[in-house]
């Protein structure tokens, strides 16, 4: 992908969450309403977490130097998902 490959070409290691809703993953879609985004950020936001935890399980992922880079719906909903 071009919009990523200056990532890994610099030496950085790439995790690509697919959230639910997302590429291969998708499913019917929520019902409309107030909180139908609400809804669908919680989820992101599980997929996100548990992204996190997998890094966190690699011995040869500094967990102190992590870094967030979005495209699209996750560059807008990232800063959610990621806020401490």
Known sequence: MLLIDFLVKSGRALLFPV?????????????????AYRDEVVLAAKDF???LDYLET?????RNRLGFYGLSWG???GPIVSAD
């Not at 959230?19 to 909180?35: C, F, I, S, V």
């Not at 690699?58 to 500094?62: A, G, H, I, L, Y």
């Open 58 to 62: 690699r011995p040869d992922v500094d």
């Open 49 to 51: 977490g548990r992204s």
């Open 19 to 35: 959230y639910k809703d997302t590429y291969e993953r998708l499913t019917q879609p929520l019902a409309p309403g107030m909180n």
């Open 75 to 77: 560059a807008g909903v």
